[in-house]
């Protein structure tokens, strides 16, 4: 659905990314995940034709961004971290202007209105000024004008910017819910944004792409080690030497009462030897589980792997 090939964009002799090449499938929500001034507003200002790069091509719903921009605005819905929306117009009124200057034929206009407030649940404030609205309604609105023409894309810079954990939970689970119906390029510096909202992830940062993959192929490549959380319900002395003498295990730490980090070699699954034990010390088990790495530790690692190179 969207494919760029070696974006490069200098402003003057300062480069803001050079030579970013990624690829969205349909239905696809993927995170474009960066520190500030990575590069991420301004990659998502050249997919969605605000701005030429210097270098590079892209297409989006098989357009190309340069050569037909009309066509791919068509297809593109962008809510930029400040939403364009206008203080002064009432939320149905702003609504049916969006439609308006996106193209929207008048006989489909009151359906795409329909379709955008009932997404973003935005009934109750309909006849509200935009003005008067919370932050996390001012997001929906501008979440409603980049769907309202119904897009094959939506591209999201910060769409949480701003909001309380109530509102940021709202939001996440709106954009989710939009994946697979529409492709989406959520734009964060926020980890767990898209821990909770997203399939695959792209890391750019000094105007790079770091990495291109799965939440769950990165976790995987980040491991070095296996690692096992326990909780017992004995604390008796000699526990940790157990553990420790469990074979392939090459750590274990011990945290608040009953609770242990256990380290193994990779590949080496100790689960069953750990149950297996707690049973016949009589130790009583309540919590055995694997540890993935996060992905604030897979990020924090490719992004000091870049700096290193």
Excluded at 110 to 123: D, G, V, Y
Excluded at 138 to 143: D, H, N, T
Aim: net charge neutral; charged share 25%.
């Amino acid at each position: 659905m969207i494919q760029a090939n070696g974006l490069t964009k200098f402003y003057g002799d300062r480069p803001a990314i050079r030579d970013v090449t990624f690829e969205v499938k349909k239905g696809e929500i993927l995170g474009f995940l960066g520190p500030n001034g990575a590069g991420k507003t301004t990659t998502m200002r050249i997919l969605t034709g605000f701005l030429p790069p210097t270098s590079g091509s892209a297409t989006v719903a098989g357009f190309d961004v340069f050569t037909h921009p009309l066509e791919v605005k068509r297809r593109v819905g962008y809510m930029p971290e400040n939403p364009p929306v206008y203080n002064e117009m009432v939320v149905s009124a702003y609504l049916y202007f969006a439609a308006r200057i996106k193209g929207v034929p008048r006989n489909r206009l009151k359906q795409a209105f329909e379709a955008a407030i009932e997404k973003c649940s935005l009934t109750e404030v309909t006849g509200r000024l935009v003005g008067h609205l919370s932050r996390g309604y001012k997001q929906r609105v501008g979440l409603a004008q980049a769907l309202i023409h119904d897009p094959d894309v939506l591209v999201l810079d910060e769409p949480t910017f701003g909001l309380d954990p109530e509102q940021i939970h709202e939001i996440r689970g709106l954009i989710k819910s939009l994946g697979g119906e529409h492709t989406i390029i959520l734009s964060t510096h926020i980890l767990p944004e898209v821990t909770m909202t997203c399939q695959r992830v792209v890391i750019i940062n000094e105007g790079r792409v770091v990495t291109a993959e799965s939440l769950e192929a990165l976790s995987s490549q980040a491991m070095t080690s296996e690692k096992i959380a326990v909780k017992l319900k004995s604390t008796e002395s000699g526990v940790l030497e157990k553990l420790r003498s469990i074979p392939g295990v090459s750590s274990v730490a011990q945290e608040d009462g009953g609770s242990f980090i256990i380290e193994a070699e990779l590949g080496k699954d100790i689960r069953e030897e750990i149950a297996r034990m707690a049973v016949e010390k009589g130790w009583g088990l309540l919590e055995l589980k694997a540890i993935a790495p996060s992905l604030e530790e897979i990020y924090l690692d490719r992004i000091s792997r870049e700096r290193k190179t």
